[in-house]
């Protein structure tokens, strides 16, 4: 954890430049954790293969050809048409006064009484299906969020002191 020894007179102004790095940190948490789910879905399946076109006997890869390629249970969801992937949304910085609510899809920054709470997901309604599992549809957990979460718990305190830190440096 890094140490800050900073004087002013104006408290104030240091709340301001503490609160504008952890929003900075959280924006940047938000982009880094994007990235990394849209990763995970970006991963080829490794479960049943079935036709869902007729495809070309010599097109350049598997879906050209018409088939796809599941994911087993367990693995994340294989892209078949994309949606998923594109669907996850990010705070937009650009848009952020500091601690306004933002809502762009399922993107969200806010500050709620001492705590920033960041949002970031899908709006399409499979998506938590495929994260949690569906007894309904019959669809068995392909967890493709909560690893990435669990991966950047060490992370996130770097990110945030880091930017912190940039925000106190500049004059």
């Known amino acids: 954890m890094s ?66 390629v599941a994911s087993a249970p367990g693995n994340p969801p294989a892209a078949n048409t994309g949606r998923l992937r594109a669907s996850w949304t990010v705070v937009p910085y650009r848009s952020l006064g500091l601690m306004n609510v933002k809502n762009e899809g399922f993107a969200t920054l806010e500050q709620v009484g001492t705590k920033i709470v960041l949002t970031v997901g899908s709006n399409l309604k499979y998506a938590a299906a495929l994260e949690f599992g569906s007894t309904r549809a019959r669809i068995a957990a392909r967890p493709y969020v909560r690893p990435v979460i669990a991966a950047m718990q060490g992370e996130v305190e770097g990110i945030v002191s880091d930017a912190v830190a940039k925000r106190m440096r500049r004059p």
């Open 3 to 68: 140490r800050f020894q900073w004087t002013a007179n104006n408290v104030e102004h240091v709340a301001y430049r503490v609160n504008a790095g952890v929003t900075d940190a959280m924006v940047g948490v938000s982009l880094v954790l994007s990235k990394l789910i849209r990763d995970q879905l970006s991963k080829p399946g490794t479960g049943r293969r079935y036709r869902v076109a007729k495809g070309r006997r010599k097109g350049r890869n598997t879906r050209a050809r018409g088939w796809h």
